[in-house]
């Protein structure tokens, strides 16, 4: 069974850094692309980042671009997305999401980020 | 930045009636276009993706269609687990989604 667990999120103040860890499980790890995508709170769907299988290749979306990187650690199949220069409109949930075919196919249930003073 | 625009953005219907959703994009996006439907607080599902293949376990009463800039979501037999909010996604260009319509009872 795929499963992806987001952790990391919490209340930061503005301008300061937060990483967020999405541990996998249940496919193939190295194969795999996987995104992060943002959502709101009562808001639609932001992606924010992804980064193919073998880490070679990484993107953002340019509202993140050079504030955000994503990484991922094959040893812990675990991904993580590095949130720099943190601002009031980053807060959010974030999902990883599981890339098959093309599309978000898995969910994680999501990581909370508020940014606020 | 390819923008998706959803309508309506609020649709009321009854159990065991028939939804349809549109999703319009600002320029052509082939055939990758995508539907996720999301329930109140829970992840988002893909239900739709490539116009009108189902993703694995969605039921027959999911259907999508559309080419080019203009695509649709049809529920036929409105059960109450559909009432939900779905949103279209392309991914022709980068990633962008549409805001959302809204299906309530």
């Known amino acids: ?117 | 930045e390819i923008l998706l625009r959803q309508s309506p953005a609020t649709l009321s219907l009854s159990p065991g009636g028939r939804a349809t959703l549109s999703c319009r994009a600002s320029q052509s996006v082939g055939t990758y276009l995508a539907w996720y439907q999301q329930k109140p607080g829970q992840a988002p599902r893909l239900l739709i993706h490539d116009v009108s293949t189902r993703a694995t376990g969605v039921p027959a009463r999911f259907s999508g269609g559309g080419s080019g800039t203009d695509f649709t979501l049809s529920i036929s037999g409105l059960e109450p687990e559909d009432f939900a909010i779905y949103f279209c996604q392309q991914r022709y260009d980068s990633i962008t989604f549409g805001l959302g319509t809204r299906l309530e009872i």
Do not use: H
């Open chain 1, 1 to 117: 069974e795929v499963q992806l667990v987001e952790s990391g999120g919490g209340l930061v103040q503005p301008g300061e850094s937060l990483r967020l860890s999405c541990a996998a499980s249940g496919f193939s790890f190295t194969n795999t692309v996987v995104n992060w995508v943002r959502q709101a709170p009562g808001k639609g769907l932001e992606w924010v980042s992804a980064i193919s299988g073998s880490a070679a290749s990484t993107y953002y979306a340019d509202s993140v671009k050079g504030r955000f990187s994503i990484s991922r650690d094959s040893s812990k199949s675990t991904i993580y997305l590095q949130m720099n220069s943190l601002r009031v409109d980053d807060t959010a949930i974030y999902y990883c999401t599981k890339d098959q075919g093309g599309y978000d196919y898995y969910w994680g249930q999501g990581s909370l980020v508020t940014v606020s003073t």
